[in-house]
């Protein structure tokens, strides 16, 4: 049966939480601010785990292949040794965002069966999981298809790759003058997004939304989940950044969101009590600090061309054109455009004539200055624009311990996950 709605209302069990997919941390940070214990992280990137554990100095960090046995049974065994009793991370996003090609057969996408597969061998009271807002409208094909279903989607997948190297090879001339999207390539991509129309139609019942599929996946392991889209800005962040937001459970409560607390200025107030936070207010104290006067407050060099680019770029546009999230100068005044992992395609300092370093980037994504990145500039810039606000984590962690302030006695729901836990 579970324990009822009521009761979860009305105490606190200590929570310890695996972060799977964990990279740097920013998630798992933002858990820790709400007063989350973090046993460990997963990820199979070294250097960002080198973050991590700098950063979480009393968990432990695996590394290596969520869908490797030998990565499983140790985070099993960790899972197991600190009584962990939530689960949280993010898989792998570039499979479903909109700025990737969102290829339906991108192994990465379907990461998350093995983070359903840890929460049924772990048995955690919740889990979170978020990606990006492009998983919303993302379709997986079926697991069982017709002969003639398979024909049709071959057909599908075709026009959808063409699509693909016809939108990549336009962003790259739109960023960078080495290469070139003519009118014939236009043309062609005019084509086959009328095609990809009929073709989809056709395709119809060939394929799910993910989201569908993440729900049918953990309702048959006995959790029931909710998702909703949040915005980091909503909550503190000075960046617009959507993510949608899983919450699972295996017990009897009702799952429901944090509420925002800041919002839009130009739109009357809500259930918010203050106006976003801007870029302005997140770094101007920055804007004569000295090269490495704060870690990973490094300054790019760029040449003298490129100067007079940023120079002759309005704010509030990108140095190529357009309105692209790579070279974007952000106005001051309201919050960034999403940081983005564009290496040196960052968003443009909206005073300065050069990009953001990473320190500022770290900034708008809220972590604090004393939070260390391991690693290259071009890998802290990664761990940057991968990461969850931790400001974000915190909201979403708090409102997870609301949630559960309902088990009578603290021991019931960790007596409960640690025999859970025993095997034969």
Known sequence: MGITGKALRRAKPPF??????????????GFQQAGIQIAAGNDIWEIAGKTFKKNHSDADFICGDIRSQGVRSTLIEVAEKKGCNVIIGGPPCQAYSMAGARDVDDERGRLFESYVSLVEEIKPVFFVMENVSGILTMRHDKNELSATQRVKVRALKSLEKRRADLMLLRKKAKNTNRFSFSRKDQ?????????LVVQRQHCIDCRELVTDKIIRAFLSIGYKIEFRLLNAADFGAPQKRERVIFIGTSYDCDIDFPKPTYGDPELPLGNYKKPWKTVRQAICDLENAKEGELQAHWFTDHSPEFVRRIR??????????????????????EPSRTVKENHGGVLVHYSHDRVMTPRELARLQTFPDSFFFEGSKSDVLVQIGNAVPPVLGKAIGSHLCGLSKGVKKLSNIYSLQKRSLVRP
Not at 17 to 28: N, P, Q, R
Not at 187 to 195: I, R, Y
């Open 16 to 29: 310890v939480a695996l972060d799977l997919f964990c990279g740097c941390g920013g998630f798992s940070f």
């Open 187 to 195: 043309a062609e991509l005019d084509l086959v997004n009328e095609e």
């Open 312 to 333: 002759d770029t309005r704010v509030g546009t990108g140095i190529y054109g357009g309105y692209s999230d790579a070279w974007y100068k952000n106005p001051p005044d």
